[in-house]
C-alpha cells in the first residue's frame, strides 16, 4: 500500500473517531493530508471506500491479534477458552475505539459486514480447526464441526452490536468465565 493511501487513511480513522462517519466530509479528509479533495479520489473512490478498507485493515488485525493470542496455548480445550475470552475482551476494546459507529451503525453495517467477510471466513476455518483437533484427540464428540464452528464466532459477532450501539460493557471483567463456560458447554450441564 502507497503511503499517500496509508496517511489518507490514519487521517481518516482519527477523523471519523473525531467527528463520526456522517460530519466527517472528502474535505476533511484532504486537508488534513495536505492535498485537494480531487487528490483523494486518486486512491479512493469515496469516503465508503475509505471506510471499507479500514474495515478489512481492522479485521485482519484483528485476527493475527486474536489468533497469536489464542496461540499461546497448546490444549484444544483451552484454545477455545482463550478465543472466547480473547475475542470477547478485542471487541470492547475495538467498540471503544470505534464510538462513531454508535451514531451511525445501521448505515455503516452493511459496510462493514461485506468488508469483513473473508476475515470472518478465516476465524470461522481458525475455529473449525481447533475443533477438530479437539475431536481428534477425544475431548469433544461434535458431530458438526463446521456448523459448530460458524455457530459460535456468529454468536460472539451477534454480541457486537450491543457493543456498538450502547455504551455498556456487555460482559463485565468478573462474569467472563461464567460467560465463555456457558457460550462453550451450554445453559445445561447434564449430569453424566
Known sequence: MSTNKTKILSKSRELFEQYGYQKTTLTDIAKSVGKVKTAI???F???????????QT???AFNKKLFSTVETVVNPIEKLELYVDTRMKLMQQLSSRYNFLKLDFFELMPIVEANRSASDLKEIAY???ILEEAKM???IATKDIAFSSKMLVN???GLE???YVTDQIVIPETETKKF???ILYGALNPKS
Open 45 to 55: 473512490s469515496g469516503k465508503d471506500e475509505i471506510f471499507a478498507q479500514l474495515v
Open 155 to 157: 454468536t460472539l459477532k
Open 41 to 43: 479520489y486518486y486512491y
Open 58 to 60: 481492522e479485521a485482519e
Open 127 to 129: 475455529v473449525s480447526a
Open 137 to 139: 484427540s477425544g475431548v
Open 180 to 182: 465463555r463456560d456457558f
Open 161 to 163: 452490536v450491543q457493543m
